[in-house]
């Protein structure tokens, strides 16, 4: 079965301007996850998702920062006028419930680097 | 300030032996413990994890030890293999949470044949 599904595998943008990244999770998983990896960092959480709803946006480092999810698949974050710290690889990862025993499946990640 | 910390970035050891890597964490509340491993330009993997009302958990060649008292886990392997090169993870449901993990900054573990 398919896995969890990045789109695109790398970006490249100058600073300033806007990038969406693309996420499909794992098929009839309610819970979808953003991280994101900066050099020499561990992953750092942005929001959580619970079918379209997120309850906890509470990581996203700023207002430039936006997410959404369709449908209960499909989740797309958006970082508007980039600026060079936020080159970085954003990981998406989803799970069949919210839960610890339900552990997450990543995404093999976005790297974007902003120029 | 860091909540949970892997103090060795990297580690090398031979096929064959032991790998032990090792992971703190600050807050004694933590009750949930994990280990991922990732591969370059791969999405991490689960690999283990461990409740606080246990203090070792076994699967195959991976143990995860837990100290409560010292705040300190830790991930053996036995044996270690070449494929089992990889940066490994360190992480904790925080918070109070059963959806946000903290992750520590990861070991580099290289398995020399």
């Known amino acids: 079965g398919a896995g969890v599904s990045q789109s695109p595998s790398n970006k490249v943008t100058e600073k300033g301007k806007d990038v969406e990244l693309r996420c499909d999770p794992i098929?009839?998983?309610?819970?979808l996850y953003w991280y994101r990896q900066s050099l020499g960092q561990g992953l750092e959480f942005l929001i959580y998702?619970?079918?379209?709803?997120?309850?906890?946006k509470s990581g996203l480092p700023s207002d430039r920062f936006s997410a959404e999810r369709t449908g209960g698949s499909v989740s797309t974050l958006t970082i508007q006028r980039t600026q060079q710290e936020d080159s970085a690889v954003y990981l998406c990862?989803?799970?069949?419930?919210?839960?610890?025993?339900?552990?997450?499946?990543f995404g093999n990640g976005t790297r974007l680097t902003v120029t | 300030d860091q909540q949970v910390k892997q103090n060795s970035p990297s580690l090398s050891v031979q096929e064959g032996r032991i790998s032990i890597l090792n992971c703190d964490y600050t807050?004694?509340?933590?009750?949930?413990f994990l280990w991922y491993k990732k591969y370059p330009a791969e999405g991490p993997t689960f690999l283990i994890s461990?409740?606080?009302?246990?203090d070792k958990n076994e699967d195959g060649r991976f143990t995860v030890f837990l100290n409560k008292s010292a705040k300190h886990l830790s991930l053996h392997i036995v044996p270690s293999q070449p494929g089992d090169s990889a940066v490994y993870f360190c992480?904790?449901?925080?918070?109070?949470?059963?959806?946000?993990?903290?992750f520590g900054k990861g070991t580099l573990l290289t398995v020399n044949p």
């Open positions: 098929s009839g998983h309610t819970a």
């Open positions: 992480a904790v449901y925080s918070g109070g949470s059963n959806y946000k993990l903290t």
């Open positions: 998702f619970q079918g379209n709803s997120a309850p906890d």
């Open positions: 461990i409740s606080s009302i246990k």
């Open positions: 990862a989803s799970s069949s419930t919210r839960g610890r025993d339900s552990p997450l499946h």
């Open positions: 807050n004694s509340m933590f009750d949930y």
